[in-house]
């Protein structure tokens, strides 16, 4: 029998043929993104299902086509199931059309997801902007949940403008949390905002979380990647204490279609979570 969480809850037959999943509660984050809680209609699946923080799913809208998202909530919490959905083409349209009740197919859990055997007895460091908070939050409420096994949190989260910040439920609690230090960032504010301008990479060199026994976990734009990874050296973080989710465009999510190779990684099977020391030979390249 395997262990292997990745492949224990693939269908037996055929490992395409999505599980049904019914869509329970959504939530519009901003204006182009949103929320859905959904769980599966087997209700043993519903009982036995976990994941690790990081792992992604191919979820699909009947009739129009199949999709790549991490699940954005934590293994800890287990009553259901989140993805976040920014709207960009096809099948993200199709997902949004989705009403409370609606129901769509999920494969998954997949990809390797984050090392947090690893992280234990850490200071952990992490840097997200905009939706790039969606896998990070799975990982962020794994770790509240299981406190006494981490040392020092931060938290450095940005957005384009105050309406793009996502998760603002999460930014209040985590704000809130004397066990966290959570800085949160717009590269503009409005009339309303009173909290921090700047770009995320420069406000985490203002943070200037040390690197001593600690690891930077990072997720957001390419852009926002290819100048927070500079700043971590500089604050003294080696490539080997710095950690990523990529997204590259997918198919089968399973190492068989060779669509999402960097280099000589499968982005589905040997992430999406990289280390920097993985990657950093051609990140420049991909982002
Ligand atoms: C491991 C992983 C995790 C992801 N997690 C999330 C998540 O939590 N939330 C979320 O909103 N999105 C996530 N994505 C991105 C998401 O998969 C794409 O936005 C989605 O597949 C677009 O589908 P579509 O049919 O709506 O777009 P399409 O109609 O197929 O394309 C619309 C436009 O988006 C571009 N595009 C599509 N997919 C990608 C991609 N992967 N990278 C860059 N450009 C792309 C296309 O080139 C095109 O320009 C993730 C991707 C990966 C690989
Ligand atoms: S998506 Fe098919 S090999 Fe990665």
């Not at 792992?55 to 086509?65: D, K, L």
């Not at 293994?75 to 920014?86: G, M, N, S």
């Amino acid at each position: 029998m395997t262990t292997d969480v990745s492949q224990r809850f693939l269908a037996r037959d055929n490992v395409y043929l999505p599980h049904i999943a019914v869509i329970e509660k959504i939530i519009d984050e901003t204006p182009g993104v949103v929320t859905l809680h959904f769980n599966f209609k087997d209700e043993k699946l519903r009982e036995e299902f976990t994941f690790k923080p990081g792992q992604f799913g191919e979820y699909s809208v009947f009739g129009i086509g199949e999709a790549t998202f991490c699940i954005s909530s934590s293994p800890t919490r287990r009553d259901h199931l989140e993805f976040a959905v920014q709207r960009v083409g096809k099948v993200t349209n199709a997902l949004h059309r989705l009403d409370v009740g609606s129901e769509m197919g999920f494969r998954g859990p997949y990809g390797n997801g984050f090392p947090l055997d690893s992280f234990a007895g850490k200071n952990l460091v992490f840097v997200a902007g905009g939706i790039g908070l969606a896998p990070l939050r799975s990982l962020i409420w794994n770790v509240i949940d299981d406190r006494d096994k981490y040392e020092k949190i931060d938290i450095v989260y940005g957005a384009r403008s105050p309406a793009d910040l996502c998760f603002k439920y999460d930014l209040d609690a985590w704000g809130n949390d004397s066990s966290i230090n959570m800085v949160t960032t717009v590269d503009k504010g409005d009339a309303s905002w009173t909290g921090r301008e700047g770009f995320v990479p420069q406000v985490l060199e203002q943070a200037a979380p040390s690197a001593r026994n600690a690891v930077a976990i990072v997720c957001g734009p390419p852009i926002m990647i290819r100048f927070t990874f500079p700043v971590l050296e500089k604050l003294g973080f080696t490539p080997e204490q710095m950690f990523t989710t990529l997204e590259k465009r997918m198919k089968c999510g399973i190492g068989k279609c060779g669509r999402c190779n960097i280099g000589n990684l499968y982005v589905c099977r040997d992430g999406p979570v990289f280390s920097f020391a993985q990657i950093k030979g051609f990140i420049s390249s991909e982002y």
